[in-house]
C-alpha cells in the first residue's frame, strides 16, 4: 500500500471528518446520558471491564453513524465524475480500496481507541484492580466501527445515489432497535421488563448496560461477533471492487457466511452470555471476611465492622447465626431468584449504599442485609416487608430503643408507624420469645419462604 497516498486520503477525504463525529457522539453519550445513571459500581468510570461495557453500549448510535459516512465516501469516485477515468487505469481497483477502507478505518479505530482512553484515565483514578480480561470487549467495539464503515463505504459505491448514505444509516439504527426489542423480557407476574439476551440480539454488538462489576461477556460471544464482523468487512470490500452485477452478488456471500456461522457460535442460553470472571470473582480474606479481588482494596476498612456484625449475629442468634461474611460472587439471571446460605451470609457493595459506608453504620447495614437479604428475581429489588423487617432486626440486635427513621425513608406513615408498633410488641416479649421470634424470621429470610414482617409479629414464620 502507498502510504503517500493513504496519508492524502486521511488528510483530505472523509475519514478525519468521519472520525471526529464518532468520538463527539460517543464522549457525548457517555458524559451526558450513562454519566448520569447515578451512583454504582457499574459505571463506565468505575472498573474496567464495566468501562468496556458501557463504551460499546454507544455503538448503538455510532455504528449507524460510522456506516453511513462510509456510504458517503464511497460516494466520491460517482460524484466527482472520474469513475471511468479510474478504471482505465492499469492500477488494481483492490488497491484503491484497500486505501479507501484503511484510511476510514484507522480514523475511526483511532476514535473508538480515544474514547476507551478517556474511560481508562477515569478508571485508573477508582479502581486499583488492573487486567486485561476488558481489552476483548473493546477490541470487537473497535472492529465494530471499522466494518460498518467498510460496509457502508462498499453499498454507497453499489448504488451510488444520494440517499444511499442516510438510508445505510437508518437501516443499521433500525437493525441494532430490532436487536435490542428481541432482548427484552416482560415478567408475566410482575410486569418488570428483563434482557435476556438470545442468537439474534447477540448479531448486534452493542452491548447492554453493566449489571454487575464480576460480569464479563463470555469467549463464544467474542468469537461469533468477530465472525460476523469480519464477513461483513469482507463482503464491504468485495462491493468496492466488484465491476458488475454479478461480482456485487458474490460479494454478498462473506456476509451471509459469517451470519450463518456466527448463529452457530454464538450461545443461546442467555447464562452463557454474560458469566462470570472467574479472576476478578476469587476471594481474598481476613479471617471469616472475604471480598472479591476487584474490591481487595476495601478489606482493610471492611473487615472489622463486618467482623463486629458477625459477632452481634452470634450473641442474636446463637447455634443458627452465619459465621462467615462473603462478598457474593454469584450473578443470577434475570428471571431466577437468589439461594442464600444459612452460614455464610452474602453481601453486595451495591447493596443499601455499602459501597459508600463505613464503621458503624456499616456494621448496621450489614446487620439488616444478612438477617434479612432480598429474596426478589431483580437485584436491587427489596419488598417493603423486607425493609421493614430489616429495620426491626437490626435496632433489636444493637439494642436501641426503636426502629430509625433513616431505615424506613421508601415506606408511607402508616407502614412506619406498623413498624413502630411491631418493635414495642416485640421488644415487650420475655427475652426468650424475642430471641425465638428474630431466630424464625432469620430462618425463613434466607430460605425464601413467607413473610420476615409477619414472622415478627408472631405470623407464619419462614
Known amino acids: 500500500m502507498n502510504t503517500r497516498v493513504l ?25 451526558l446520558i450513562v ?16 468501562m468496556a461495557l458501557e463504551t460499546r453500549r454507544v455503538l448503538d448510535f455510532v455504528w449507524p453513524l460510522a456506516a453511513g459516512l462510509g456510504a458517503l465516501q464511497g460516494l466520491r469516485d460517482h460524484r466527482s465524475g472520474a469513475s471511468e477515468l479510474l478504471t482505465s487505469t492499469p492500477r488494481p481497483a483492490s488497491h484503491r480500496a484497500a486505501v479507501l477502507s484503511a484510511a476510514t478505518a484507522i480514523a475511526l479505530a483511532a ?29 470487537v467495539g473497535a472492529l465494530t466501527v471499522v466494518s460498518g464503515a467498510v460496509l457502508g463505504m462498499g453499498v454507497g459505491r453499489a448504488l451510488p445515489f444520494m440517499l444511499t448514505p442516510p438510508a445505510v444509516a437508518a437501516a443499521m439504527l433500525v437493525f441494532t432497535v430490532l436487536t435490542d426489542l428481541a432482548a427484552t423480557k416482560v415478567d408475566a407476574a410482575t410486569g418488570l421488563p428483563s434482557s435476556e439476551p438470545n442468537l439474534f ?49 458474490v460479494a454478498l456471500t462473506p456476509v451471509l457466511a459469517g451470519a450463518v456461522l456466527a448463529l452457530l457460535v454464538l450461545p443461546s442460553d442467555p447464562r452463557q452470555v454474560y458469566v462470570v470472571d472467574k479472576a476478578a470473582a476469587r476471594l481474598v ?42 462478598e457474593n460472587t454469584e450473578v443470577w439471571p434475570d428471571s431466577s431468584g437468589p439461594h442464600w446460605s444459612r452460614r455464610t451470609a452474602l453481601f453486595d457493595f451495591e447493596d443499601d449504599g455499602l459501597a459508600a459506608t463505613e464503621g458503624k453504620e456499616l456494621t448496621r447495614a450489614l446487620l439488616a442485609n444478612s438477617l434479612v437479604p432480598r429474596c426478589s428475581a431483580y437485584a436491587g429489588a427489596v419488598s417493603s416487608s423486607d425493609v421493614s423487617a430489616q429495620s426491626v432486626a437490626a435496632s433489636w440486635v444493637l439494642g436501641e430503643r426503636e426502629p430509625r427513621s433513616g431505615d424506613m425513608t421508601y415506606l408511607s406513615s402508616d407502614q412506619q408507624e406498623e413498624v413502630r408498633e411491631v418493635y414495642r ?38
Open 285 to 326: 480474606c481476613e479471617g471469616p471476611v472475604c471480598v472479591t479481588t476487584t474490591h481487595r482494596s476495601r478489606l482493610d476498612d471492611f473487615a472489622s465492622p463486618a467482623r463486629d456484625a458477625l459477632r452481634l449475629m452470634s450473641d442474636a442468634l446463637g447455634d443458627q447465626a452465619p459465621v462467615s461474611l462473603r
Open 111 to 139: 476514535a473508538f481507541a480515544a474514547v476507551v482512553l478517556v474511560g481508562g484515565v477515569h478508571v485508573l483514578a477508582h479502581t486499583g484492580y488492573t487486567h486485561l480480561g476488558w481489552l476483548p470487549i473493546s477490541l
Open 35 to 50: 454519566g448520569s445513571d447515578g451512583p454504582g459500581l457499574t459505571g463506565w468510570t468505575d472498573q474496567w471491564t464495566s
Open 425 to 462: 410488641e416485640l421488644t415487650g416479649l420475655p427475652r426468650a420469645e424475642q430471641r425465638a421470634r428474630i431466630t424464625a424470621m432469620y430462618l425463613g429470610a434466607v430460605a425464601c419462604k413467607g413473610d420476615p414482617f409477619a414472622a415478627l409479629g408472631g405470623g407464619a414464620s419462614r
Open 7 to 31: 496519508r492524502i486520503e486521511l488528510k483530505r477525504s472523509v475519514a478525519p471528518w468521519a472520525g471526529v463525529a464518532a468520538l463527539t457522539m460517543a464522549l457525548a453519550f457517555l458524559y
Open 201 to 249: 440480539p447477540l448479531l448486534s454488538p452493542a452491548a447492554q448496560e453493566a449489571r454487575d462489576v464480576l460480569l464479563t461477556l463470555s469467549v463464544p460471544v467474542h468469537i461469533g461477533q468477530t465472525i460476523w464482523l469480519c464477513g461483513m468487512a469482507a463482503t464491504g470490500f468485495a462491493l468496492l471492487t466488484a465491476a458488475s452485477v454479478r461480482s456485487r452478488l
